[in-house]
């Protein structure tokens, strides 16, 4: 089974400055998606930004970026330029892409992260 | 467009009681999927539905029901609600193509007494 693991429970960061939230995952799948979803107090899930497996160029989406090592099965976050309106539970989530379970969304326990004025 | 649309948002029960939890949507996705989310957890998965007239069992399906009989509709019910499922439970959705994400309802605290 895949699992996904944000061994951070929490984190703070300054207004302004870049934070990194961690995320690894276990798979024996060669093609796959990860994501990482943002959740903030009104207990919406926004998707931040997704990866696929079979790109080696890293996703970015304006001050969100990842840096995804497939070898290491690492699928860090990158918040550069930190908002107030930064501050979550921020969610990495893992799941394949053909046969069974495909698209079926495997999550990590979160990160919470504060943003300090 | 609505997206995913879930009912109630809150619900308070009492040890023994049943409710259905509903989920709408309006995007013509195949695949649907009831989650809960317990204090400093992650979402797991419930159970799923690739399709009007298929349901499978996800993570946590024990003291859970579904039915899928349109393509819209992915109703998730509660026989005999237990404390242990205390928990905020979302909706989703995803048409299953390339690396499009799930669409998710605004979700649902139950809390049971």
């Known amino acids: 089974a895949q699992t996904v693991t944000q061994s951070q429970p929490e984190m703070s960061v300054q207004e302004a400055e870049t934070v990194t939230l961690s995320c690894t995952y276990d798979t024996s799948e060669s093609d796959y998606y990860l994501f990482w979803y943002k959740q903030p107090p009104s207990r919406q899930m926004i998707l931040v930004i997704r990866?696929?497996?079979?790109?080696?160029q890293n996703a970015t989406e304006n001050r969100f970026s990842v840096n995804f090592q497939k070898a290491a099965k690492s699928f860090s976050l990158k918040i550069s330029d930190s908002q107030l309106g930064d501050a979550a539970m921020y969610f990495c989530?893992?799941?394949?892409?053909?046969?069974?379970?495909?698209?079926?969304?495997?999550f990590g326990k979160g990160t919470k992260l504060s943003v300090i004025p | 467009n609505a997206g995913v649309t879930q009912t109630p948002k809150f619900r308070i029960l009492k040890i023994g009681q049943s409710m259905t939890l509903q989920c709408t949507q309006d995007?013509?996705?195949?695949?649907m999927y009831w989650y809960r989310q317990d204090p400093g957890m992650g979402l797991k998965l419930i159970y799923y539905?690739?399709?009007?007239?298929?349901?499978d069992k996800g993570e946590v399906p024990n003291g859970y029901n579904v039915s899928r009989s349109t393509t819209e509709d992915f109703p998730l019910r509660l026989e005999l609600a237990a404390p242990s499922q205390t928990s905020v439970y979302f909706c989703a959705s995803v048409n299953g193509q390339g690396n499009s994400p799930l669409h998710f309802g605004n979700g649902t605290r139950l809390t049971v007494t």
């Open positions: 989530a893992y799941t394949r892409t053909s046969g069974a379970g495909s698209y079926q969304l495997t």
């Open positions: 539905s690739v399709g009007a007239g298929i349901t």
């Open positions: 995007m013509n996705h195949n695949y």
């Open positions: 990866q696929e497996a079979y790109k080696q």
